[in-house]
């Protein structure tokens, strides 16, 4: 039998979800900064779309709260999306 080893593909993408969640960590949680995130994953045919939907969400409630673009979140808004972050890893490989 053979070992599993990863490609160069799945190592670049741990990569980047590493990069990404160090620079959630030292940043403030704005309105841009969720939309921001939001939109860097892309899903062209819609399996994603479960996982996605969950910065969305966070979205609609942030608009309801009437902040700035610049304020940060309220400590709930931050966790879910935070949480939502250490989530996403899984998804780098559908």
């Keep these: ?4 080893g990863q490609s160069m593909e799945q190592k670049q993408s741990k990569a ?4 990404l969640k ?5 940043e403030k949680i704005t309105k841009r900064a969720v939309l921001s995130r939001d939109h860097r994953l ?3 045919i819609g399996v994603k ?6 910065p969305k969400l966070l979205l609609q409630n942030i608009w ?6 610049e304020d940060e979140v309220d400590e709930t808004t ?12 899984f998804i780098e490989n559908i």
């Design 1 to 4: 039998m053979g070992t599993w």
């Design 16 to 19: 980047k979800n590493m990069k």
């Design 22 to 26: 160090k620079e959630i960590r030292r």
């Design 42 to 44: 892309f899903d062209s």
């Design 49 to 54: 779309c479960p996982v996605l939907l969950g």
């Design 64 to 69: 309801k709260m009437k902040i700035t673009w």
């Design 78 to 89: 931050r966790n879910e999306f935070l949480k939502w972050i250490k989530n996403i890893a």
